[in-house]
């Protein structure tokens, strides 16, 4: 019906996958995830790259910041998805900076690496590459 390819019709056999996840969960005064429905509906897609060997760099966003506010960070968007996977989930509070390029560098299959709220940086809403 659809000739539309999915992840299964790819060999992503020990790749590197750059995924963009609706992460935006709702979240207390603390910044604590209130409800993990987003991140659970994300699992079998995380499970089958993982399966694959692939390492994951993952990308979402909290909210609707202006800048950065604390309390939108994707930290501890972080710590459950690594309960809710039952493996590690790596957090780096940067998205651009060359540290971060380091730290995707050094990932190893089955790695997981989730990058900070992509809306504390004013280039994704600009478009800017």
Not at 58 to 75: D, F, K, V, W, Y
Not at 79 to 88: P, V
Not at 98 to 118: A, F
């Amino acid at each position: 019906m659809f000739n539309k390819k999915t992840i299964k019709d790819v060999d992503i056999s020990g790749k590197r996958v750059v995924l963009r996840l609706d992460w935006n969960v709702p979240y207390d005064e603390q910044g604590g995830v209130t409800d993990d429905f987003r991140i659970k509906s994300s699992l079998p897609t995380i499970n089958y790259l993982l399966e694959q060997g692939c390492s994951l760099v993952i990308l979402s966003h909290r909210g609707r910041p202006e800048n950065r506010e604390a309390q939108l960070s994707m930290g501890p968007v972080a710590k459950k998805a690594s309960e809710l996977i039952g493996r590690d989930v790596g957090f780096t509070d940067g998205l651009i900076e060359e540290k971060v390029g380091e730290q995707v560098d050094n990932l190893k299959s089955g790695d997981i690496l989730l990058l900070e709220n992509t809306r504390f940086y004013p280039e994704e809403k600009a478009g800017n590459e």
